[in-house]
């Protein structure tokens, strides 16, 4: 069973991981083209707002380990 959760969280950093890239490469083309303000504002805080989930996950993981040890 914890090797299933293990397992499980793995898959679920790394796809939070590719949700991080692609959004920071969106945010940097559409810096790149010249996008209207408004729009790169929207895209740089889905930027962060993913970094910011990536980082809790990855935290509750740390603690999680923790707990186990």
Not at 56 to 68: S, T, V, W
């Amino acid at each position: 069973m914890v090797s299933w959760t293990i397992f499980i969280s793995m898959k679920l950093i790394n796809t939070i991981s590719n949700v991080v890239t692609e959004a920071k490469n969106v945010y940097e083309t559409a810096c790149d083209k010249g996008v209207p303000e408004k729009e790169l504002d929207r895209l740089e805080k889905n930027y962060y707002e993913s970094l910011k989930l990536l980082r809790i996950y990855e935290n509750l993981g740390k603690r999680e380990n923790r707990l186990n040890n």
